[in-house]
């Protein structure tokens, strides 16, 4: 089993909607939850990160742990055109120096106006 | 105006011909870093680098070679290129170790996609 999955999508959806992007993971060991968001011809950028369970919010984003499940989620409201990209998913199993970051192959998201 | 800076952006060559390309991040971070990124395998650590004359190998480091003599630039060389090493290539850094409860973000550049022929 892979470390992290991710569904590469792509997924389009109407302007306004609510969009689901979601990952799992394997190891219950992973502690730090990322997303990423790159653009088309552009490296990815941070979007959001959350340490443990629980939720997160920033303006219309929402990032989601479960870690009973070993499933997490990103939330957008309100999606716009802006919005589309590919998002990627990261996990972290602590913040040490030598730890090593693990990417999703990330879902590439299409906000139709 | 922090950033990572690569150059070229886009490169073309042939196999054999060897190849630097050049990765360099104003913000004094320690920590850099090469990944590759291939439709359908996704983002892949080629070698990392802690701190000036600190590398290591990443899980794809087959082929290449880094060297971090100074904070600020890792270069990437490809000895002998060759086709299957036709990729878009990011350049990464960050401040190095997060703390608790901190994740240090990772800055990328803005890519360099490279095709051999």
Redo the contacts between chains.
Sequence with gaps: QKEVEQD?GPLSVPEGAIVSLNCTYSNSAFQ?F?WYRQYS??????LM?T?SSGNKEDGRFTAQVDKSSKYISLFIRDSQPSDSATY?CAI?SN????D??I????TRLHILP | EAQ?TQNPRYLITVTGKKLTVTCSQNMNHE?MSWYRQDP????R?IY?S?NVEVT?K?DVPEGYKVSRKEKRNFPLILESPSPNQTSLY?C?SSA????????????????TRLTVL
């Design positions: 590469p730090y990322m011809r552009k490296g990815p950028e941070l990160y340490y990627l972290l913040a040490r120096r030598d090593k970051i990417f999703g192959k990330g | 990572v920590y359908g395998l996704g983002l650590q990392y802690m290591d990443g990011f990464a190095g170790t997060g703390s608790f409860l901190t994740y240090n973000e990772q800055f990328f550049g803005p890519g």
